[in-house]
């Protein structure tokens, strides 16, 4: 089954409360999305770092119920 884009926007706000989050579904099918995620709590982390944290945020979802999600991270300027 596939999530809606304000599951994930859910998960990752509950990680990160201050975050801003932008989803777009790239397909239309629900499996397929680009996401932004600005944080203050990435301040310090590689871009690795602050990648396997919103995967870790999203509970083991990639690669189930999420397909495909083009991960895009950044501090706040």
Known sequence: ???KAHEIEELIINAFP???V???DLAG???????SVESKQFIGKSRVQ???MVYQAL?????GQLHALALQTKIPS
């Open 22 to 24: 932008k989803i777009e």
């Open 1 to 3: 089954m596939a999530m």
């Open 29 to 35: 099918d629900g499996d397929h999305y680009s996401c």
């Open 50 to 52: 602050q990648h396997k």
């Open 59 to 63: 509970g083991g979802k990639m690669g």
């Open 18 to 20: 201050d975050a801003i």
